[in-house]
């Protein structure tokens, strides 16, 4: 059984919850918290395995809730947003900051012929979130006494100009993705795109939220849009997101790959083709298997490739099966990864 403990200001929604989760004959509802401090003290005193967690909340909000609960009890914590707008969903992402590992939309009511799916995908989070096992969070981290910061390598691979930059991501992504984003300077020289699996209807607010936190322009194209250099391109919901030589972003309503829509396989896959040794391609923490064989792809075509090592991963389904496959040029942690980046670009521009 998975013990999950809802944390939720309003009585109605909060019921709503009970009634959803409580439903699946594998998750046992353990308790309720009215707000942020109740679940503070709940966690600690019920130890659940999942903690569905709401943003506005009276006495401590679901940030600083969920702040004090991963530097006390780590617990996985999944954020239930009721927000609509791109602007409140991207507030709604700096939980993930705070150490939560997913956002989910609060599902529609009964009566709303969405009802079934957005319950499922509560649901199905749950008890995905429930297998990850998440440390402790410190206010401040101090290094180690006699530690000694080790500079990025210096990546082997092509002396070919690099003209783009492709990203795959799951289950802890968002993190791994602005570590990534937020290092590099403002005018990096080349477009990046950006598969994130996430919940549907998210993907502006998580775009919006990354515009907020990195030095670099974000946004979510339209099909057949030029791809700038510097700009972040976020893949849209419901799309398969690919690129071409000529520096166009291609959106295709095909039929899923690995279950998901936008799938990384097809924007590796489409890189691959389109630039060879060209393209840098970077797959991140994630459960499944999503774009590892595609990244492998990449690398037989010239590419440099990237892979997220597995003590920085929140999951390290998707680049673990890039390194099995032999995927992977350089495995980083995503500072590291940003850093190799910088010295990547300038080092192939120079043809060095």
Same mark, same amino acid.
């Given at each position: 059984?998975?013990? *999950? =403990? ?33 679940? *503070? ?29 991963? #530097? ?5 914590? *999944? ?9 409140? $969903?991207?507030? +709604? !992402? ?30 199905? +989070? ?31 691979? +092509? ?11 799951? +289950?802890?992504?968002?993190? %791994? ?6 290092? =590099? ?14 919940? #549907? ?5 998580? %775009? ?26 976020? %893949? ?5 997101? /690919? ?7 291609? =959106? ?14 097809? $924007? !590796? ?13 970077? $797959? ?40 099995? /496959? ?27």
């Amino acid at each position: 059984m998975i013990n *999950v =403990l809802i944390v939720e200001d309003s009585p109605v929604v909060r019921q709503f919850l009970v009634h959803i989760l409580g439903s699946d004959p594998e998750i046992t509802v353990v308790g309720v918290a009215h707000n942020g401090e109740e679940a *503070v003290e709940a966690v600690q005193a019920k130890r659940p395995d999942v903690v569905t967690m709401d943003i506005h909340m009276p006495k401590l909000n679901g940030f600083d809730a969920t702040r004090r609960i991963m #530097e006390m009890n780590p617990v996985p914590i *999944v954020i239930v947003s009721g927000s609509s707008t791109g602007e409140e $969903l991207a507030t +709604t !992402f700096h939980a993930l900051e705070s150490g939560a590992l997913a956002v989910v939309r609060r599902p529609s009511g009964v009566a709303h012929p969405d009802h079934e799916t957005s319950a499922r995908e509560l649901v199905r +989070t749950v008890k995905l979130m429930s297998e990850v096992k998440v440390v402790r969070r410190w206010r401040t981290r101090p290094r180690p006494a006699g530690a000694v910061e080790q500079p990025p390598p210096k990546p082997s691979g +092509t002396s070919e100009i690099i003209q783009l930059v492709a990203l795959g991501a799951s +289950t802890g992504g968002p993190i %791994a993705l602005q570590t990534i984003l937020s290092r =590099l300077p403002r005018g990096f020289p080349v477009p990046l795109v950006v598969v994130q699996h996430m919940a #549907e209807g998210f993907v502006r607010g998580f %775009a919006d939220w990354l515009g907020q936190t990195t030095p670099l322009p974000v946004r979510v194209p339209g099909n057949g849009e030029w791809m700038e250099p510097g700009h972040v391109y976020i %893949a849209p919901d419901g799309y398969h997101t /690919l690129v071409r030589s000529d520096l166009r972003i291609v =959106l295709r309503k095909d039929e899923p790959e690995n279950g998901l829509r936008p799938s990384v396989a097809p $924007l !590796f896959r489409s890189a691959a083709e389109a630039f060879g040794p060209k393209a840098i391609g970077i $797959l991140l923490t994630g459960m499944g298997t999503d774009g590892a064989a595609e990244l492998k792809l990449m690398s037989d075509a010239g590419a440099v490739t990237f892979v997220q090592d597995k003590e920085s991963s929140i999951v390290h389904g998707m680049p673990g099966e890039a390194i099995r /496959l032999g995927a992977a040029t350089h495995i980083l942690p995503p500072e590291k990864i940003s850093d190799a980046l910088v010295l990547l670009h300038h080092r192939v521009s120079k043809g060095k």
